[in-house]
T-cell receptor, first 114, second 115 residues
Framework: AQSVTQPDIHITVSEGASLELRCNYS??????LFWYVQSPGQGLQLLLK??????LVQGIKGFEAEFKRSQSSFNLRKPSVHWSDAAEYFC????????????FGTGTRLTVIP | SQTIHQWPATLVQPVGSPLSLECTVE??????LYWYRQAAGRGLQLLFY??????ISSEVPQNLSASRPQDRQFILSSKKLLLSDSGFYLC??????????????FGEGSRLTVL
């Protein structure tokens, strides 16, 4: 069965610093992987996705993620964090079944300090 | 372009009262539709999904039900709310691609507080 682990519940970084959010997945085949961002009280917005091909994927808002099969990881990175990046970030793995649904991690809350 | 609307945005209901949350999608046809619940400090839990009109699958046993009366309409209901039904409910849609799993597009969410 698919599962996603985000080991960091809360991360605090200074504005301008680099960021890496960790995500580990469990899946028996080649996974489809996603990162979403959620601002308080809002829905989820897709940052980026990995289906196949280049293991380093670029997303919106300057984010990127790297798929590492050997480590079952899909970590999200940004070289320089902006105050507006403060939000909750969710990693998800796609289910290859008729439901076409996603399994989400429990999220990482990012706080950005000036 | 495709859009998804979800309402009401906020709802405060007494225990034992009924519930109806509505979600509609525009700009696409025959989408897969989903209801997720997000409890405080937790991830997203899939409640229901639908691959077509009248076709509903439930992922967890609960006090809630879902219906899809039209292609782009998805409704989450309850006859009698429980305190444990409080949470943030998210509707989402996707289109099944040849690759099998596409991304989900989410509505803005509905905050339900049961008192």
């Amino acid at each position: 069965a698919q599962s996603v682990t985000q080991p960091d519940i809360h991360i605090t970084v200074s504005e301008g610093a680099s960021l890496e959010l960790r995500c580990n997945y469990s899946y028996g085949a080649t996974p489809y992987l996603f990162w979403y961002v959620q601002s308080p009280g809002q829905g989820l917005q897709l940052l980026l996705k990995y289906f196949s091909g280049d293991t380093l994927v670029q997303g919106i808002k300057g984010f990127e993620a790297e798929f590492k099969r050997s480590q079952s990881s899909f970590n999200l990175r940004k070289p320089s964090v902006h105050w507006s990046d403060a939000a909750e970030y969710f990693c998800a793995v796609g289910a290859q079944n008729g439901a076409n649904n996603l399994f989400f991690g429990t999220g990482t809350r990012l706080t950005v300090i000036p | 372009s495709q859009t998804i609307h979800q309402w009401p945005a906020t709802l405060v209901q007494p225990v034992g009262s009924p519930l109806s949350l509505e979600c509609t999608v525009e700009g696409t046809s025959n989408p897969n539709l989903y209801w997720y619940r997000q409890a405080a400090g937790r991830g997203l839990q899939l409640l229901f999904y639908s691959v077509g009109i009248g076709q509903i699958s439930s992922e967890v046993p609960q006090n809630l039900s879902a219906s899809r009366p039209q292609d782009r309409q998805f409704i989450l209901s309850s006859k009698k709310l429980l305190l444990s039904d409080s949470g943030f409910y998210l509707c989402a849609w996707s289109v099944l691609s040849s690759q099998g799993t596409g991304e989900l597009f989410f509505g803005e969410g509905s905050r339900l507080t049961v008192l």
